[in-house]
């Protein structure tokens, strides 16, 4: 069930707590403009909205002023919220925040819950669910290219495609409800072949919608990569280039790592986890065997793998080991020869030359490194990593939503191919109208136009306090 209650004024801090220059405490409903009277008695005369005041702040506990700063007017329909609502910009300490916010509520106000000011704002209608995501997204971004693109959602560029669909499903519906209400007067108003490649249509849109939130996810998530061979590879070593400090341990022993160290990495505001195994080999105890079970499964888990080879040693017998444990045809994987300083050029080249051949791999899939060239690893494997999102990542469409609405997108691609079954076995015309029904509604859902408590105590769950 829905927790927030609508209608009272809800007041929270919106900056992280701790000192700071300034701190942000907000409030909003209906009247708070009222509260200005008593907590910044020197502002007379009428406040206009989007404006920004300079006072000193009234403490009616203290009797007396206890800071100054800014106050900014946000009139009704003209804020977050569509309330009325006071941005207060404070000094940054604790005890300010504190008064200001025991003032506020004295004045009638109560602390709001985490994601509170955003559901008034889809609850009044400024934002729809999808744009809620993009301030969500917005907040999380841990990579220009998921700010961007949260800031995309917020825009109401990706709730277009929900509002489309939304239309075009209620078109096929008007078109079937015409149809049976006329069925009676012998007059068929639309052709089920016409019905039928509506429906595709609407099909192929909601099959892209599906692509671009997985794209989404990977964008929040990154990719999985680890970094998979036998023992004393130089998987650790690796890592720890990657991650430009020690994060593993590197010794000549083979067996070192035992447990799954996770580093990630940024390139060109893509997420990448960098996993580093346990070396693949026959495990002598119970410890190397489970660590060998989690690389199993980091690999099975895996976006792309990196195959760690000791460019040192023939490549077909650790090749044959891996592939004794792992079903390698399964994954996308990319090759990485260590140990380049113990090899001659000539030596790599026809290495090299030899194992795309064997193995058909890409070109670009495929490469030497050495541990005395950091910088040169990193930048073709970076390149390598490039290589793979663009095929993988659409930056441009990535939709960020809630797995409650990815799951409402599924439930109307069901319906859709339902509706498709029915008109294509003759069903009755009321029968399809009622499963296109449950597509309308899903995907009503998903923007929000139709409100299911469970999907939004979920999403807003996920927002913090003051937002
Ligand atoms: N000469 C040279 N030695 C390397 C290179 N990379 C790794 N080594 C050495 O190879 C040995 C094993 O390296 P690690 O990074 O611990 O190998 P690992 O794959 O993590 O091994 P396990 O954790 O046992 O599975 C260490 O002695 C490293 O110093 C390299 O590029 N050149
Ligand atoms: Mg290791």
Not at 27 to 43: I, N, R
Request: aromatic share 10%.
């Amino acid at each position: 069930m829905i927790k927030f209650k609508e209608g009272d004024i809800i007041c929270a801090l919106s900056t992280p707590p701790g000192q700071s220059a300034l701190a942000v405490v907000r409030a909003t409903g209906h009247g708070v403009g009222l509260f200005l009277k008593s907590l910044a008695p020197q502002l007379t005369g009428p406040i206009e909205s989007h404006r920004v005041y300079f006072t000193k702040f009234f403490s009616k506990l203290n009797n007396c002023y206890f800071d100054e700063g800014i106050v900014t007017y946000f009139a009704p329909q003209k804020s977050y919220t569509n309330e009325e609502t006071l941005e207060f910009s404070v000094h940054g300490s604790m005890s300010i925040v504190d008064l200001l916010i025991k003032e506020l509520i004295l004045l009638g106000a109560r602390m709001a819950e985490p994601g509170e000011f955003s559901f008034r704002s889809v609850m009044s209608g400024r934002l729809d669910l999808v744009q809620a995501q993009g301030v969500l997204g917005l907040i999380h971004s841990e990579s220009a290219e998921q700010a961007i693109q949260s800031y995309r959602h917020l825009k109401g560029e990706f709730s277009n495609q929900f509002i489309k669909l939304e239309q075009s499903i209620i078109r096929v519906l008007g078109q079937i409800e015409a149809g049976i209400d006329f069925s009676t007067e012998g007059i068929e108003l639309s052709s089920n072949d016409f019905l039928l490649a509506q429906l595709k249509s609407i099909l192929d849109s909601i099959e892209q919608v599906e692509q671009y939130f997985n794209s989404g996810e990977l964008l929040k998530q990154g990719f999985f990569v680890p970094l998979i061979g036998l023992p004393n590879a130089g998987k650790s070593t690796l890592l720890n280039i990657l991650a430009n400090q020690d994060r593993a341990i590197v010794t000549s022993i083979a067996g070192t790592t035992r447990d799954i160290i996770e580093q990630t990495v940024f390139v060109d505001g893509i997420k990448f986890n960098f996993l580093d195994t346990a070396g693949i080999h026959e495990a002598h105890d119970q410890i190397e065997r489970l660590g060998i079970n989690k690389s199993i499964k980091a690999f099975e888990d895996s976006d792309l793998v990196f195959l760690i080879l000791d460019g040192t040693l023939p490549f077909d017998q650790q090749i044959l080991t891996l592939q004794s444990v792992l079903d390698l045809k399964q994954k996308k994987w990319a090759v990485i020869f260590t140990k380049s300083d113990l090899v001659k050029d000539y030596d790599q080249q026809i290495l090299l030359e030899q194992f795309i051949n064997r193995y058909k791999l890409d070109l670009r899939l495929c490469f030497w490194i050495s541990h005395l060239e950091p910088a040169k690893a990193k930048s073709v494997i970076f390149s390598t990593l490039k290589h793979f999102y663009s095929e993988k990542l659409d930056k441009d469409h990535s939709l960020l939503l809630h797995s409650r609405q990815f799951e409402q997108i599924l439930m109307a691609r069901k319906s859709i191919n339902q509706a498709i079954f029915e008109l294509e076995t003759g069903m009755g015309h009321e029968l399809v109208s009622m499963t296109l029904r449950q597509a309308y509604l899903a995907i009503q859902k998903v923007i929000g136009h139709h409100f299911d408590d469970d999907i939004l105590d979920q999403i807003f769950s996920d927002f913090c306090i003051g937002k």
